[in-house]
């Protein structure tokens, strides 16, 4: 099988319309965060405050609504990914859509993703479907949550009705998207629903999270002949700053904590390890390396490092699991960093790939431009960009960058 070049989307953060927990709270706090960017926005993101200043104080700009509207268009969202030459696409299906009352299966839902895999397969690009990507319906927090003894159980319903729905239709499984960071911003930040800010809960969601994980594993293993399941995790590449003991021992603990205990704990039940790869993090017990930071930004202010993703594909080699790189990218809405972020952090994967590391996908974070969460709408993340007034779509320059990077490397994936 050849490396699959790909892009990624979550369910959430294009379909649009959709109903789950995340919806209910963009329409509890719209008013709140656009306030409080309103105030703190120009601090954050100084270098781009004048472009977005009318955004972030739009209490618009907090709920998904119609998003790109991916649900009803996402027939022109593959014919776009096919036009880069695109061989793979990441997806996400949406639990709430699939199990909309406890207990109830929908049949239009299942349809519906039927479509958009039959969609995929047409066009020989191969489906890596997410199956929880932050979102729940609105029953299963209101009666349950992850830090609920029933929470695995429940979502191993939802993952055997899906594998009943789909079997070997699908190979590439992944079962969950950062959960760590998730549970962090969940319970303990409250950046994300449902903001339930307790220490004990997010250590047994967490644990809770890992059981899923295994259960869902057990269940599309018994169900789909040759799946390849895995999971997604938040990863960093996590460095000392300066090569002083208690930096190395810094690093190596928040490498532990943020990174590599949540697939310490699901080993053995992985086959692919997912990487979403953002932040190439010099730790520093001094926090010099919070001082006069010189690499370039993201519109989001995040610094840009594309040997970062080779320290990190390095890194991951001690896990001795096929790797993906599940999501990498940035948000530049002039797209005039995209197409240098791009190119040079796959010429660092080529690296660690010359160098043996098993990494047998690359895909961009995203496909189009989406709903940045709690962030809304302003940071444009795409490969193409979405107009949000008419849902246009019209490829940037960086599409026209992946294409050629695609057509000149054939590579053999190694499973
Ligand atoms: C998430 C995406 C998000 C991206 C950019 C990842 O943490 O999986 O949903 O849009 O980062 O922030």
Redesign the pocket.
Known sequence: MSFLWGASL?AH?TEGKCENDWTRWEHEQATTLALKNRLLGRLKYRDRWNDIRDDLADPGNYVSGRATDHYNRFREDIALADEIGLTALRLSFEWSRIQPEEGVVSDEALAHYQDVIAELRARDITPVVTLW??THPQWFIDEYGWAHEEAPRLFAEYVRTVADAFGDDIRFWLTV??PS?WVRAAYVFDTFPPTDTSILNALTAWRHLVKAHRRAYEVLQARVSEATVGL?V?AGCFEPYTDNPVNRKLANLLRTVERDAFLDACLPAVDVIGL?Y?IHYKVDMLFRNLLGESRPKSDLGWPLSPAGLYCLLMQMAQFDRPLLVT?H?LADAADDRRPWYLSESIAYLAQARDEGVPVNGYFH??LTD?F??EKGFWPR?GLVAVDYDDLSREPRESAAVYADIIAQKDWEARW
């Open positions: 979550s953060q990507h932050f998207n950062e960071a997604s938040a979403n953002y999501e990218g974070w995203a989406n940045e969460w993340f």
